[in-house]
Structure formats: structure tokens, C-alpha cells
């Protein structure tokens, strides 16, 4: 019978194996959960999608939108409707357009000015020069609702038109509408499917009618408790949470948490079969399972708190809120997770439950096989795996550009549409309105150098609200164009040349201009932070100087790989206009931090084994024993992530695209070849300046490694 105590002389497993252990586990998180539970579901009630929560903290338009709504009016949402007709517009069509209005305008009153008086200054409509369309602009209070619901309303109250006369609702208003449709229900969406994608991978990973249902259980307490946390941190800290980082909460849990179950479960089938004890069985998979899970949690914890440097308040944002995720998911896999295995014994395995025996046989399977190819063409594996990554990078000579927010759906709706032809038939008007704010006594002077900027088409004057005069400002050129950007700088450097005016401009395509560069600037600060982190764990971890090194610059050479592939894909195949600016500094995030936990897994059971057999045994053995669960571990992240590409966003396709073929190249080829043939090829050098760096006849308490022969067998 073999005897419970640890491995390389610790001691027993004692009173952590104690039969009333997991039960005061279960039970404590019973109590937890019945507190998170109601707290989870108030997550959604602090969800926002403000432009001020999510733009820049200190960007100009940032400053307009924060003003804009402060200000009388200022939450209003614009929508502006494009009547046209191919062969012109007709008498009758004029009077529809004009009824239409009436109505609207009595339905939602238009604002006031400070004197009171209703802004109805010119005429409402308009006719196009080319007399083949109409428009006009209609300002609604959010009193009357949010944009998602007040497009529907105003697209079906003006249905009743002459046949043959066509109509589209866009502005900003309508565009906001469109995008908050695409995000209604989709933390359910995506929380449902991305359940049913783990179920079905654990149900093929164990072949066991029951097994798979517990990570299952540990994983969705987890999802509970981090929802109720993060609903804590918004009240109690001021985090923004918008939809986008509500969805990646979820596919972190989910996906970060059925990794640490596998490793976990492999390890305590390994132990069930070399200690009687189901307890101390237990004891010791989480002693072999643990630091590697623990290092792997602080990787992606540390990460994304990397994150709070961020100026973008959406980024920034995900930090604390996907580092309390991964932390909920950790505690849970090492705490309920195995308590409620323990509790249920052997049987969960059933039909193929693991036997104590003692004398094991251990078969070299497929991954084995596969350590032993690489041994002997080490070079060849090399230099493949970076043929084919190279390869895979070449992609990213392709269309990296910056995805325009109309270019954002997969499916075109009506409020982009519509500023197509917008344009089309009102060149003056056919991009996004500018909002410069300015002191009212300088209002004349900011105006005229607003109309002499080179790329304005028409300047506006709109009223005085609150110590404040605004000016809509029309560029020539199409929203969101480096000639339209342009144009904004030029803008700006005007308007501030104004003494006394503290004239600031904003505006959707500011905004998305303010957010494109920040996020570049973001990504110059994140990307070096989040390297030094992680490299700092993983010498930790391995308390070695090379190893570090060499795994961080094959995830490095993985990233640019995944991202080469993916924007061929979305290029060539997919046609997406560009890449949408938070992909690259998020997919690097998640490709950086959950790529390296595969070699964190691989490294560490390498580690461990190196202390018997040697790197180049222990290495083999540390591939054979792990590449089934880490393979396995990554298809199942990968699906998560692969969740995203299911949503209408092209943002949440690129995303989740990304990252899924990414995690597959670090758990199919670097993770399986690549470190492998380095680690092989570099030898004991790999662990320098640690203690196994030095000679074999020096390793600690006197062990040696096997060599010759005995390696060889083992291989075999």
C-alpha cells in the first residue's frame, strides 16, 4: 500500500484531510453564494455605454460630451431622416416630409433656448440641389428613452408615405440605437453559449455521463461570484463596465476556470492511482496542480491590472474587472471545485474510475511519441515552428487600418446606410457634425475661424444654454477618414487660438479620433508593462534567468503569428474595412497572459521532473504527462473565446476570432513543439542561474538524473 505523504519528503497530508474539511468548504460557499447571488444580478443595472464613460479620461471631446450632457438639452438624441426618390421628389413627397415633421415635432417638442423660445430658426426641411431628396433633424430628449428605444418609434411613425418615396433615420441617435440593439440580451447570449461550448467540450474531454457537470458547477459559482464582485467594485470604486467588457467577464470565468479544472482533474486521477485515500489524494494534486494554477491566475491577474494605466475609461475599466474574474475562478477550482470531488470519491469517474495500485504502468501514448520525434529532429521542429509562424505573420502587411464605426456591423443597418445617402444627395452635410462649445461673447470670432478652416463645408451657430455657445461644424469629407480627422485637428488649432474663448471641439468623429490615438498611446505604455509583469512571474516561478526569456519571446512570436493569420482572414476572406482600434492592445492582453499558461503548465511539470531525470527527461516526461490536458485545456479556452464570433459586431468577431486561433497556436504548436526542441536544443542552459543549471553530480540532496540508457527507455 503506498504510503499518503507528499512527494520529496514532506510531510503527511494531515488535517487537510480531515473528512470534515470539504464539507466546511461547500458549506462556506453556500453562505457566499447566497450573498452574490442577488448582487450578480444587479450587474446589468450598472452597466453603461455613456460616451463619457467610456471615451478618454482626458481627451477634448471628452470634455464636449461631459459638458454636453451637464448642459439644458444636452442628452438629447439627434436623429436625422433622408427622404429621396429616384426621379425627384414629387408635391406629394414634399408634404409627406413636411407632415412627418409636424407631427414628430409635436410628439417630441423641440429644445429651448434660455430665453424659452423654441429653437425653430430657418426652415425644418430641407430640399437637395439636385431635388431628389429631403431632409430634416429631429433632437429628443433621453426623457422620452433611450436611443434603442426611440429609433423603432420614429422609423414606424413614418411609414405612411406616398409609394416609391424612400426613407432611412440615421444621425448619431440612430446610430447609438443600432449599436445598443446589437448588445440587448447579449450577456445572456453570451453566457448561454458559451455553457452549452463547455459542456459539450468536458462531455467529449471525460466520456463520463456525470464528471463533467461538477467543473461545470465550480465554474458557474465562480460566474456568480465575480458578477456580484465587480457589481460591488462599480458602487464602491466608480469602475465603468460597459457590454463589451460585461461579455469578456463572462468568457474569462468560463474559460480560465475549465482550464484549472482540467489541470486539477489530471493531476487527482494521477494521485488516485498512487494513494488509497481519496482525501490525500486530493491533498497531493493540489500540491502538484496548485503553484502552476496559482502562477498562471497571477500572469493573467497582473496583466490586466496593467490595464489601470490606461487613459481609454473602457479599457482601464477591464482591468480590475477581468483581474476579479480570474480571482473568483481561482479560489473556486481550488476550493469548492475539489471539496465537492472529494466529497463524491472515485465513482465521479465512473465508467472509468482510477484504481489504487502499486505499481502503475504508465503507457507513452501519443504525446510521448510525439517527445521523442522532437528529440531526434530537434532542429527540424525548430525551425519549422518558426517557419510557420513567420509564415502566419506575413499577414500583417494586410488591412490593419482602424475600422470606421459605420464599417462596426456585420449586417449594415439603417442609420448607416442612410448617411450614404445622406452624403450622396447633401455633400454640405454628409459627415458627422462637430460640437465646438465656446463662451458666448467670443461665439462671432470662433465661428469665423471655424468657416475659413480648410475642410469645413458649412459652420452653424446654435444657441446659448448655460454660459455656454455651441457651433455644429460640417466637414467635406466622410466620417471617420483621415481627411476628416484632419480637418478636426485643424479645427481644434483654430478654435484655440481664440483668446478667452476655451473653445473645445467634439463630436462622434472626434471622439472616435481622440479614441484612436489614445488607444495607440495606450498601447505604447500597456504592451511593455504587461511583458516586464509576466517575465517577472515567470522567474519566479522558475526561478531561472533563460527560461523566462525564451517563453515569453515564442508567446511574442506566437502574437504576431495569430495576428498576421487572423487579418488575412478578416481581409481577404471576411472583407472587414480595418481592424477596430481595441483588438490589437486586448487580443496581446489575452494572447500574452493565457498563451504563456500553457508554457507555465509544460515549464513547471518540467521543472519538477528535471529535478529526477534531468532537462532532456524532463522535459519529455513533462510533455507526456501534460500535453493531453493542456491540448485539451486550450480547445476548451478557445471555444470561449470563439463565443464572440457568433455576435453581429465585427469589434466582438475580430476579438474573439483572435484570441481563439491564438490560444491554438500556443496549445497545438508552441506549447507542444516549439518549447519542447528550444528547451531540448538549449539544455540545462535553459535553467540558468538556477541550481539544476549546474552539472548533473550537483544537483540538490544529491539526486541524479537518469541518463543513457534509462532516458532512453523512458522516452520509449
Not at 583 to 610: K, M, Q
Amino acid at each position: 500500500m503506498a504510503v499518503d505523504t507528499a512527494p520529496s519528503g514532506k510531510a503527511p497530508a494531515g488535517r487537510l484531510a480531515g473528512r470534515w474539511v470539504p464539507w466546511l468548504v461547500i458549506g462556506l460557499w453556500l453562505v457566499l453564494a447566497a450573498g452574490m447571488v442577488p448582487l450578480s444580478g444587479k450587474l446589468s443595472s450598472v452597466t453603461t455605454d455613456s460616451a463619457v464613460d467610456t471615451l478618454p479620461a482626458g481627451a477634448e471631446s471628452t470634455k464636449v460630451a461631459a459638458l454636453d450632457d451637464r448642459l439644458p438639452g444636452g442628452e438629447d438624441s439627434t436623429f436625422v431622416f433622408v427622404y429621396h426618390r429616384a426621379e425627384g421628389m414629387t408635391a406629394a413627397d414634399r408634404a409627406a416630409v413636411e407632415r412627418h415633421y409636424d407631427a414628430l415635432a409635436k410628439r417630441y417638442p423641440p429644445k429651448t433656448t434660455e430665453t424659452g423660445d423654441a429653437d425653430d430658426e430657418g426652415s425644418p426641411t430641407s430640399l437637395s440641389t439636385d431635388r431628389k431628396a429631403m431632409t430634416f433633424t429631429l433632437d429628443v430628449s433621453t426623457a422620452y428613452g433611450p436611443p434603442e428605444e426611440l429609433v423603432g418609434p420614429l422609423r414606424d411613425a413614418t411609414k405612411d408615405r406616398p409609394s416609391g418615396l424612400e426613407l432611412e433615420v440615421t444621425g448619431p441617435g440612430a446610430i447609438d440605437g443600432d449599436m445598443d440593439a446589437v448588445f440587448d440580451g447579449i450577456d445572456e447570449q453570451v453566457l448561454l453559449t458559451t455553457i452549452a461550448v463547455v459542456t459539450l467540450l468536458l462531455i467529449l474531454t471525460y466520456r463520463s455521463p456525470v464528471l463533467w457537470i461538477i467543473p461545470l458547477v465550480a465554474v458557474g459559482a465562480a460566474a456568480l461570484t465575480s458578477m456580484g464582485t465587480v457589481y460591488l467594485l462599480v458602487k464602491g470604486f466608480g469602475i465603468v463596465v460597459n457590454d463589451q467588457n460585461s461579455a469578456l467577464l463572462t468568457i474569462l470565468v468560463f474559460g480560465v476556470g475549465t482550464d484549472y479544472a482540467l489541470l486539477l482533474i489530471a493531476r487527482y486521477r494521477e494521485a488516485l492511482h498512487h494513494h488509497e485515500s481519496v482525501p490525500v489524494a486530493m491533498v497531493h494534486a493540489l500540491r502538484g496542480a496548485a503553484p502552476a494554477i496559482v502562477a498562471s491566475a497571477a500572469t493573467v491577474v497582473s496583466g490586466l491590472l496593467c490595464l489601470l494605466v490606461a487613459d481609454l475609461n473602457s479599457t482601464s475599466g477591464l482591468g480590475p474587472i477581468g483581474a476579479a474574474g480570474i480571482l473568483c475562478a481561482l479560489v473556486a477550482m481550488l476550493t469548492l471545485f475539489p471539496a465537492v470531488l472529494v466529497v463524491l470519491g472515485r465513482r465521479i469517474f465512473w465508467p472509468a474510475i482510477p484504481r489504487f495500485s502499486t505499481a502503475v504502468e504508465e503507457k507513452p501514448g501519443l504525446w510521448g511519441r510525439l517527445g521523442a520525434a522532437i528529440d531526434r529532429r530537434r532542429w527540424v521542429a525548430t525551425l519549422g515552428s518558426f517557419g510557420v509562424l513567420g509564415v502566419l505573420a506575413l499577414g500583417l502587411a494586410g488591412n490593419t487600418g482602424a475600422l470606421r464605426e459605420q464599417d462596426q456591423f456585420l449586417s449594415t443597418p439603417e442609420s448607416v446606410t442612410g448617411f450614404t445617402v445622406l452624403r450622396e444627395h447633401f455633400p454640405e452635410l454628409g459627415g458627422q457634425p462637430l460640437t465646438v462649445f465656446t463662451r458666448p461673447a467670443q461665439q462671432e470670432k470662433v465661428l469665423d475661424v471655424v468657416e475659413d478652416t480648410r475642410g469645413v463645408a458649412v459652420a452653424v451657430p446654435e444657441e446659448t444654454v448655460g454660459g455656454w455657445a455651441s457651433i455644429s461644424v460640417f466637414p467635406k469629407d466622410a466620417p471617420d477618414t483621415a481627411a476628416e480627422y484632419d480637418t478636426i485637428k485643424r479645427v481644434r488649432t483654430a478654435v484655440h487660438t481664440v483668446s478667452g474663448a476655451e473653445a473645445i471641439v467634439g463630436g462622434p468623429s472626434a471622439e472616435n479620433l481622440d479614441t484612436e490615438v489614445t488607444t495607440g498611446r495606450d498601447e505604447k505604455l500597456v504592451i511593455p508593462l504587461v511583458l516586464v509583469v509576466v517575465l517577472i512571474i515567470l522567474g519566479l516561478l522558475l526561478r531561472a534567468v533563460l527560461a523566462p526569456l525564451v517563453l515569453m519571446a515564442t508567446v511574442v512570436v506566437s502574437f504576431a503569428a495569430a495576428f498576421g493569420g487572423s487579418v488575412f482572414l478578416f481581409d481577404t476572406i471576411l472583407g472587414f474595412k480595418g481592424v477596430d482600434y481595441s483588438v490589437p492592445l486586448l487580443a496581446f492582453l489575452f494572447l500574452v497572459a493565457l498563451g504563456v499558461d500553457y508554457n507555465i503548465f509544460l515549464a513547471s511539470r518540467a521543472r519538477e521532473e528535471t529535478m529526477r531525470l534531468g532537462t532532456r527527461g524532463g522535459m519529455l516526461k513533462a510533455l507526456s504527462a501534460t500535453g493531453g490536458v493542456i491540448t485539451s485545456a486550450g480547445l476548451v479556452l478557445a471555444a470561449t473565446f470563439g463565443v464572440l464570433v457568433t455576435l453581429p459586431l465585427v469589434m466582438l468577431v475580430e476579438v474573439g476570432f483572435l484570441v481563439a486561433f491564438g490560444v491554438l497556436l500556443d496549445a497545438l504548436l508552441v506549447r507542444s513543439v516549439l518549447v519542447p526542441a528550444l528547451t531540448l536544443l538549449i539544455g540545462r542552459r535553459m535553467w540558468w542561474p538556477s541550481r539544476l543549471f549546474r552539472p548533473a553530480a550537483e544537483l540538490p540532496d544529491g539526486r541524479q538524473p537518469l541518463a543513457g540508457k534509462a532516458e532512453s527507455a523512458l522516452q520509449r
